[in-house]
Antibody
Framework: QLQLQESGPGLVKPSETLSLTCTVS??????????WGWIRQPPGKGLEWIGS???????YYNPSLKSRVTISVDTSKNQFSLKLSSVTAADTAVYYC?????????????????WGQGTLVTVSS | EIVLTQSPGTLSLSPGERATLSCRAS???????LAWYQQKPGQAPRLLIY???SRATGIPDRVSGSGSGTDFILTISSLEPEDFAVYYC?????????FGQGTKLEIK
């Protein structure tokens, strides 16, 4: 059973870079044609897609965050990572990592299942 | 960007009743690239439906999705106590992949 687990600092200072890692267990991050995504949820609010990385390493970012976001993959560690630079209080949120879905036909898209449990990152001095 | 608008914002029903949740897109979602998620307090979202009408693994058949184009519906035919939660729709047709603002399904 595939499981994902986010890790990283829970507190980041304004203007600094938020860095999170998602560790995948129960399956190989490079074995199939999946997308791997990051989604965030500010406290008490809705969900926002941050970006995704394809198994080949191609990246896709939300234009609203594109200038500040980098997603990368480390297949040797079965992990993928998120970096968000120049953070402000508006970036305070629960950050989730998740795997994209694939149909039996092999078509893979950015619906997400399963998700990690999420990690709260607070931006504050 | 495709904007998804969910209605109602809050739905108050009793166990055993039928729930109908709506998700309307600002432009057509091609090939029904629409998903539904359930989220309970303190938990990550859980995939219910993808492709507008395909149930995810382990989702009971009292949960169903329908629709195409700009109008999509999530139906729970007979509510169980564990169904009371917040529900989100998401389109994965075009980037940026967007979510609706959510419908809270609460016990009446």
């Amino acid at each position: 059973q595939l499981q994902l687990q986010e890790s990283g600092p829970g507190l980041v200072k304004p203007s600094e870079t938020l860095s999170l890692t998602c560790t995948v267990s129960g399956g190989s991050i490079s074995s199939s044609s999946y997308y791997w995504g990051w989604i965030r949820q500010p406290p008490g609010k809705g969900l926002e897609w941050i970006g995704s990385i394809y198994h080949s390493g191609s990246t896709y970012y939300n234009p609203s965050l594109k200038s500040r976001v980098t997603i990368s993959v480390d297949t040797s560690k079965n992990q993928f990572s998120l970096k968000l630079s120049s953070v402000t209080a508006a970036d305070t949120a629960v950050y989730y990592c998740a795997r994209g879905g694939c149909l039996w036909s092999g078509e893979c898209r950015n619906w997400f299942d399963p998700w990690g449990q999420g990690t709260l990152v607070t931006v504050s001095s | 960007e495709i904007v998804l608008t969910q209605s109602p914002g809050t739905l108050s029903l009793s166990p055993g009743e039928r729930a109908t949740l709506s998700c309307r897109a600002s432009q057509s979602v091609s090939s029904s690239y629409l998903a539904w998620y359930q989220q309970k307090p303190g938990q990550a979202p859980r995939l219910l439906i993808y492709g507008a009408s395909s149930r995810a693994t382990g989702i009971p058949d009292r949960v169903s999705g329908s629709g195409s184009g700009t109008d999509f519906i999530l139906t729970i035919s007979s509510l169980e106590p564990e169904d009371f939660a917040v529900y989100y729709c998401q389109q994965y047709d075009s980037s940026p992949y967007t979510f609706g603002q959510g419908t809270k399904l609460e016990i009446k």
